[in-house]
C-alpha cells in the first residue's frame, strides 16, 4: 500500500528552529511537496523537492532523500503566525498526490 | 481576483438527497481536483480531472460523479448522500497534472449529512 507518516503534533518556542519530518511509501515517486494549512483554512503550497537535497526558501527549507524514502521541513525563526498543519504528500506514478495526515504545529510565546 | 472559488460554504444535507458541489477557477488551469479531508486523514483524492472533457477516478469515487464540460467548472455530485459522506470537500486546480506543478486550493465546503 501507500502510505505518508508525519508526527501529528509538535510544539515549539517563537523564534526556534522546528524540524518536522515525513516518510514515505507510495508505488513510483514524482516528487514530494509541502503545504501548510492554518485551521478552517485551505492548504497553500510551500515547497517541492523532486532531486535529493535541501532547498531553501527564507525561513522555510525542505529536505528530501529519494533513497531513504525521508524528507524534512525546516522551520527557522519561528513566529506566531507558523502555527499551522503541514502537510507532506508525494506525487505516485500516476501524479496523483498522497498525502499524510498532517503535523499539527503549535507555537508557544 | 484570480484563484478558485467553491459553493456553498456550508451545507447540512439530509442522508438519501442529491447534492452538487460546485468549483470555478478562473486561472485556466488544465486540472482540478476534488479531495475530501477528514479529521485524522490526510486529503483523499475523490476525482480529478486532467483537461477538459476528460474524467478519473481518484482513491475514494464511490457515491460521487464529476463532470467537466469545460477549463473553468469542476461540480462533484452526491446522487444519494450517506452520513459517511460528511467531510469537508477542497477543490483544487494546476496548470498541468503531474511533475512540480502546484496545487491551488478552493476555500473548501463543509459538508454534514445527518
Known amino acids: 500500500g501507500q502510505n505518508i507518516d508525519q508526527p501529528t503534533e509538535m510544539t515549539a518556542t517563537e523564534g526556534a528552529i522546528v524540524q518536522i519530518n515525513c516518510t514515505y511509501q507510495t508505488s513510483g515517486f514524482n516528487g514530494l511537496f509541502w503545504y501548510q494549512q492554518h485551521a478552517g483554512e485551505a492548504p497553500t503550497f510551500l515547497s517541492y523537492n523532486v532531486l535529493d537535497g535541501l532547498e531553501e526558501k527564507g525561513r522555510f527549507s525542505s529536505f528530501l532523500s529519494r533513497s531513504k524514502g525521508y524528507s524534512y521541513l525546516l522551520l527557522k525563526e519561528l513566529q506566531m503566525k507558523d502555527s499551522a498543519s503541514y502537510l507532506c504528500a508525494v506525487s505516485n506514478s500516476n501524479y496523483q498526490l498522497i498525502w499524510g495526515a498532517g503535523t499539527k504545529l503549535i507555537i508557544k510565546p | 481576483i484570480a484563484g478558485i472559488t467553491q459553493a456553498p460554504t456550508s451545507q447540512i444535507l439530509a442522508a438519501g438527497r442529491r447534492m452538487t458541489l460546485r468549483c470555478t477557477q478562473d486561472?485556466?488551469?488544465?486540472?482540478m481536483y476534488w479531495y475530501r479531508q477528514d479529521l485524522g486523514l490526510g486529503l483523499r483524492l475523490i476525482h480529478y480531472?486532467?483537461?477538459?472533457?476528460?474524467?478519473g477516478k481518484g482513491e475514494v469515487p464511490d457515491g460521487y460523479s464529476v463532470s467537466r464540460a469545460n477549463t473553468d467548472d469542476f461540480p462533484l455530485t452526491l446522487a444519494s448522500a450517506v452520513p459517511s459522506q460528511t467531510s469537508v470537500y477542497f477543490c483544487?486546480?494546476?496548470?498541468?497534472?503531474?511533475?512540480?506543478?502546484?496545487?491551488?486550493f478552493g476555500p473548501g465546503t463543509r459538508l454534514t449529512v445527518l
Open positions: 480531472s486532467n483537461t477538459a472533457g476528460t474524467t
Open positions: 483544487a486546480s494546476s496548470q498541468r497534472a503531474g511533475g512540480g506543478n502546484e496545487q491551488f
Open positions: 486561472m485556466r488551469h488544465n486540472a
